[in-house]
């Protein structure tokens, strides 16, 4: 086995090393991001289920409803733009030790023409 053989079997091991980090602390993110809005999502039922309980009437029920559907919406645009940003940040830090590893791959961040 030569020493270029080795340095190469060195660096591509580094590689998968370093994307399986970067694949675990996405799903670590994911995680937290989930059981925070479960959380949210709870918190949010009991207080809407308590107004409901506690209104006065037929009236007060819809526009209950109403805002609640509005804060849902914003809540899960909020929710997909965190899981965008996980997605992204992961990619970018999945495309830095592939070039260290094997080089530069022409039409790829950090790579030649």
Same mark, same amino acid.
């Given at each position: 086995?030569?020493?270029?053989? =080795?340095?190469?079997?060195?660096? @591509?091991?580094?590689?998968?090393?370093?994307? @399986?980090? *970067?694949?675990?602390?996405?799903?670590?993110?994911?995680? $937290?991001?989930?059981?925070?809005?479960?959380?949210?999502?709870?918190?949010?039922?009991?207080? &809407? +289920?308590?107004? +409901?309980?506690?209104?006065?009437?037929? $009236?007060? &029920? =819809? *526009?209950?409803?109403?805002?609640?559907?509005? @804060?849902?919406?914003?809540? &899960?645009?909020?929710?997909?733009?965190?899981?965008? *940003? =996980?997605?992204?940040?992961?990619? =970018?830090?999945?495309? &830095?030790?592939?070039?260290? @590893?094997?080089?530069?791959?022409?039409g790829i961040v950090g790579g030649g023409d």
């Amino acid at each position: 086995m030569s020493l270029d053989t =080795i340095h190469e079997s060195d660096s @591509a091991t580094g590689a998968a090393f370093a994307c @399986a980090v *970067e694949l675990i602390a996405a799903f670590e993110k994911t995680t $937290a991001l989930n059981l925070q809005a479960l959380a949210a999502w709870l918190r949010g039922q009991h207080t &809407v +289920m308590d107004a +409901m309980l506690s209104a006065s009437s037929l $009236a007060e &029920v =819809i *526009e209950l409803e109403s805002l609640h559907r509005q @804060a849902t919406t914003r809540k &899960v645009y909020a929710y997909w733009r965190r899981v965008e *940003e =996980i997605a992204v940040e992961t990619c =970018i830090g999945l495309l &830095v030790p592939i070039p260290e @590893a094997f080089g530069t791959i022409p039409g790829i961040v950090g790579g030649g023409d």
